[in-house]
């Protein structure tokens, strides 16, 4: 099955920087890549997606890159704010389920 | 229009209880699926279901787990005979798409289970 591995664990950054979160996949048959996010005790809501026939995909700060060859993607999140520290996660799909990656808490710092 | 709704939001259960999560998809929704989360973990898939089907249960253990979509009503996710190691946070996802290609799933607030 697809495996999905998602670094670094844990993202601290100072508002207005960046944040930059990768994930890697095993089956290259996979097509389509999304980009959830977890706030406490609520569950996961898409902020971003990506099929496998588009390299990058931006919305608004948040971007997200694909590259097939090398099987991996990553998101992006420019000008970081407060409300963006949450847990993010990423996933990995070529037919009806979604792997997930173990997940990325960033804090963003005032 | 409701998102994905899940009851009960907390449950505790002794161990060799049987625990019961319910899961109603957004409206015109009729692919359910349910996925676990440990403590500081990603969501493992469990199960995939279609009205009155299990299309992928790939994901479920082997025993005390089990899962149904009927025609009318939520779908469960049953636990016969809780551990502790259960204890965690289970999600129930709605898709609206059929066929392969995967879409959106539209996650519920989370059932979390705790075994004493």
């Known amino acids: 099955g697809e495996n999905v591995e998602q670094h670094p664990s844990t993202l601290s950054v100072q508002e207005g920087d960046s944040a930059v979160i990768k994930c890697t996949y095993s089956?290259?048959?996979?097509?389509?890549f999304p980009w959830y996010k977890q706030e406490l005790g609520k569950g996961p809501q898409l902020i971003i997606d990506?099929?496998?026939?588009?390299g990058e995909k931006k919305d608004q700060r948040i971007a997200v890159t694909l590259n097939k060859t090398a099987k991996h993607f990553s998101l992006h999140i420019t000008e970081t704010q407060p409300e963006d520290s949450a847990v993010y996660f990423c996933?990995?799909?070529?037919?009806?389920?979604?792997?997930f990656g173990a997940g990325t808490t960033v804090t963003v710092r005032a | 229009n409701a998102g994905v709704m899940q009851n009960p939001r907390h449950l505790v259960r002794r161990r060799g209880q049987e625990a019961r999560l319910r899961c109603s998809p957004m409206k015109g929704h009729s692919h359910v699926y349910w996925y676990r989360q440990l403590p500081e973990e990603g969501l493992k898939f469990m199960v995939y279901?279609?009205?009155?089907?299990?299309?992928?249960e790939s994901g479920m253990p082997k025993e005390r787990f089990s899962a149904e979509f009927p025609k009318e009503g939520p779908s469960i996710l049953r636990i016969q005979q809780v551990v502790r190691g259960d204890s965690a946070a289970y999600f129930c996802a709605s898709s609206p798409r059929s066929g392969r290609r995967t879409g959106e799933l539209f996650f519920g607030e989370g059932s979390r289970l705790t075994v004493l």
């Open positions: 279901l279609q009205k009155e089907n299990i299309i992928d």
């Open positions: 089956d290259s048959a996979s097509n389509y």
């Open positions: 990506i099929r496998s026939n588009v």
């Open positions: 996933a990995a799909s070529k037919e009806d389920k979604l792997s």
